[in-house]
């Protein structure tokens, strides 16, 4: 949508195709993109990863004629000057018979209005708001960025409400904004996560004194109920993405069957005190004693696997991981310059290891690090292993890399292809994975415990869909300050 606004702006005339099922979605997109009355017309399908053979061409000559008149209709008035929606939010003013009622008629109005998420919410009074700031030293109209697929301007007092919404702590509210640099952090690949019709969902991940301070769990049932801190935070997270993103299930929020977890995503805080390693955010380039929160995009409902590690060695444990992850060899062969096809994208890993099998591991010699770089490893293909579609599609990749025609999700990236190309030669490995930095080893649960593997295909829209932000402006816990 914004390529299509770009061209109608560089006055070229553009008429867009929309798949039916996406109309809301796209008159969604004209309206943040100021170009409301942007002509659409509609085809009956939707094609992903398919040749152009099979499904495209007989679609765009099943629309053909309706393309052409829209392209020549003559310009109207309204389309000139289109009319832009301005919403200003003025503070609510609720009255019933009795506080419960009030409570009732909030939540419903609000949900009403698409400013909840479906569960009870507490009123952001402006006394709540004013107590929820309470735990940061920033200002309340710091802004911290865009947020898409709206656009709306997050700022800490945005961010303070929502907390409020959630039912959050002032001690919590620093890990929240800083979740929320991460993920309007011009790099991050927010647009994918939110508005795709694939399941994607995210993992925040704490690190730090301020983690045990406010009282996350990173143990037991770390991905579980019962706990306010890693609830809240999750859900205040989801609150922001929702009003100051504006995204809707079905309007631009195109998830298929929804996101997994999708009111508090998976939030949780790394097990620094079982862990055998320096903590995640050490590696990220913080010092131990800084708090720090991670977030990132991960696959949804078939993005996600447990593997129990009872009754097995760790080595096993570790062969069953590069087993999970070697059958994404497929990316090779299914690479076609052209089509844009998920099962094609490379992926990145986050690993959730229990303390047992990391203190194992650790014992083995592994480092943090070197345990990616091991599984990087062992995971790439040899040169003499590949058939003749797997080399043309790597072949195509590079190429497409360097005459920059790719999408972000199949590029790579100009420091990573020196190894790509001396792979592809006898003797070489190619790798399944872009870089070793693409799997993020954290460590959580209890012992015994289980093994969480996410993955998520690269960012199409921005460079990266992981980032690790400094929790700072903290007033009320003696970490974050």
């Given at each position: 949508?914004?390529?299509?606004?770009?061209?109608?702006?560089?006055?070229?005339?553009?008429?867009?195709?929309?798949?039916?099922?996406?109309?809301?979605?796209?008159?969604?997109?004209?309206?943040?993109?100021?170009?409301?009355?942007?002509?659409?017309?509609?085809?009956?399908?939707?094609?992903?990863?398919?040749?152009?053979?099979?499904?495209?061409?007989?679609?765009?000559?099943?629309?053909?004629?309706?393309?052409?008149?829209?392209?020549?209709?003559?310009?109207?008035?309204?389309?000139?000057?289109?009319?832009?929606?301005?919403?200003?939010?003025?503070?609510?003013?609720?009255?019933?018979?009795?506080?419960?009622?009030?409570?009732?008629?909030?939540?419903?109005?609000?949900?009403?209005?698409?400013?909840?998420?479906?569960?009870?919410?507490?009123?952001?009074?402006?006394?709540?708001?004013?107590?929820?700031?309470?735990?940061?030293?920033?200002?309340?109209?710091?802004v911290i960025g865009k947020v898409v697929p709206g656009n709306g301007i997050a700022t800490i007092e945005k961010i303070a409400i929502n907390a409020v919404m959630a039912g959050a702590k002032p001690e919590y509210l620093p890990?929240?904004?800083?979740?929320?640099?991460?993920?309007?952090?011009?790099?991050?690949?927010?647009?994918?996560?939110?508005?795709?019709?694939?399941?994607?969902?995210?993992?925040?991940?704490?690190?730090?004194?301020?983690?045990?301070?406010?009282?996350?769990?990173?143990?037991?049932?770390?991905?579980?109920?019962?706990?306010?801190?890693?609830?809240?935070?999750?859900?205040?997270?989801?609150?922001?993405?929702?009003?100051?993103?504006?995204?809707?299930?079905?309007?631009?929020?195109?998830?298929?069957?929804?996101?997994?977890?999708?009111?508090?995503?998976?939030?949780?805080?790394?097990?620094?005190?079982?862990?055998?390693?320096?903590?995640?955010?050490?590696?990220?380039?913080?010092?131990?004693?800084?708090?720090?929160?991670?977030?990132?995009?991960?696959?949804?409902?078939?993005?996600?696997?447990?593997?129990?590690?009872?009754?097995?060695?760790?080595?096993?444990?570790?062969?069953?991981?590069?087993?999970?992850?070697?059958?994404?060899?497929?990316?090779?062969?299914?690479?076609?310059?052209?089509?844009?096809?998920?099962?094609?994208?490379?992926?990145?890993?986050?690993?959730?290891?229990?303390?047992?099998?990391?203190?194992?591991?650790?014992?083995?010699?592994?480092?943090?690090?070197?345990?990616?770089?091991?599984?990087?490893?062992?995971?790439?293909?040899?040169?003499?292993?590949?058939?003749?579609?797997?080399?043309?599609?790597?072949?195509?990749?590079?190429?497409?890399?360097?005459?920059?025609?790719?999408?972000?999700?199949?590029?790579?990236?100009?420091?990573?292809?020196?190894?790509?190309?001396?792979?592809?030669?006898?003797?070489?490995?190619?790798?399944?994975?872009?870089?070793?930095?693409?799997?993020?080893?954290?460590?959580?649960?209890?012992?015994?415990?289980?093994?969480?593997?996410?993955?998520?295909?690269?960012?199409?829209?921005?460079?990266?869909?992981?980032?690790?932000?400094?929790?700072?402006?903290?007033?009320?816990?003696?970490?974050?300050?």
């Amino acid at each position: 949508m914004s390529g299509t606004v770009r061209l109608e702006k560089l006055g070229i005339p553009v008429a867009l195709a929309v798949a039916k099922g996406f109309e809301h979605d796209a008159d969604s997109a004209c309206h943040v993109h100021g170009m409301p009355t942007l002509r659409q017309v509609l085809i009956p399908g939707y094609v992903w990863g398919r040749q152009p053979r099979e499904a495209k061409k007989p679609l765009a000559i099943s629309a053909f004629n309706d393309l052409v008149e829209a392209l020549i209709r003559p310009v109207t008035r309204d389309e000139m000057k289109p009319a832009q929606k301005k919403e200003v939010l003025k503070p609510v003013e609720i009255a019933a018979e009795s506080y419960e009622a009030v409570l009732e008629k909030c939540n419903q109005l609000f949900l009403d209005n698409r400013w909840g998420d479906g569960l009870p919410m507490v009123p952001p009074t402006g006394e709540r708001v004013k107590w929820m700031l309470s735990g940061t030293s920033r200002s309340a109209d710091e802004v911290i960025g865009k947020v898409v697929p709206g656009n709306g301007i997050a700022t800490i007092e945005k961010i303070a409400i929502n907390a409020v919404m959630a039912g959050a702590k002032p001690e919590y509210l620093p890990v929240i904004i800083a979740a929320m640099e991460g993920l309007t952090d011009e790099d991050y690949d927010l647009l994918h996560m939110q508005a795709s019709v694939g399941n994607f969902t995210l993992a925040i991940i704490v690190n730090g004194p301020i983690a045990k301070e406010i009282n996350m769990n990173s143990g037991h049932g770390f991905l579980g109920y019962g706990w306010r801190a890693n609830s809240t935070i999750g859900r205040a997270v989801r609150l922001c993405l929702l009003n100051v993103g504006h995204v809707w299930p079905g309007v631009n929020d195109m998830a298929n069957i929804g996101r997994p977890s999708p009111h508090i995503f998976f939030t949780y805080a790394e097990n620094e005190e079982l862990c055998p390693w320096p903590p995640y955010h050490v590696g990220q380039g913080f010092k131990q004693e800084d708090s720090c929160v991670t977030v990132s995009t991960v696959g949804g409902y078939v993005g996600s696997s447990v593997s129990s590690f009872t009754g097995r060695t760790v080595q096993e444990l570790l062969n069953g991981i590069i087993k999970s992850l070697s059958p994404y060899r497929r990316i090779f062969a299914l690479f076609k310059r052209g089509t844009h096809n998920p099962l094609a994208h490379p992926s990145k890993h986050v690993i959730t290891l229990h303390p047992q099998a990391a203190m194992e591991l650790h014992q083995l010699g592994f480092t943090r690090e070197g345990l990616g770089h091991y599984i990087y490893e062992r995971t790439s293909v040899p040169y003499e292993e590949l058939g003749p579609e797997e080399v043309h599609g790597i072949q195509e990749r590079i190429k497409g890399s360097i005459e920059g025609d790719l999408i972000l999700s199949d590029t790579i990236p100009p420091d990573r292809m020196p190894v790509f190309q001396e792979a592809l030669k006898p003797g070489g490995r190619v790798p399944v994975m872009i870089s070793p930095k693409d799997i993020h080893i954290v460590v959580a649960g209890g012992a015994p415990g289980s093994t969480l593997w996410m993955s998520y295909i690269k960012a199409p829209y921005k460079w990266t869909s992981h980032q690790t932000k400094l929790i700072r402006g903290a007033t009320l816990t003696k970490a974050g300050h």
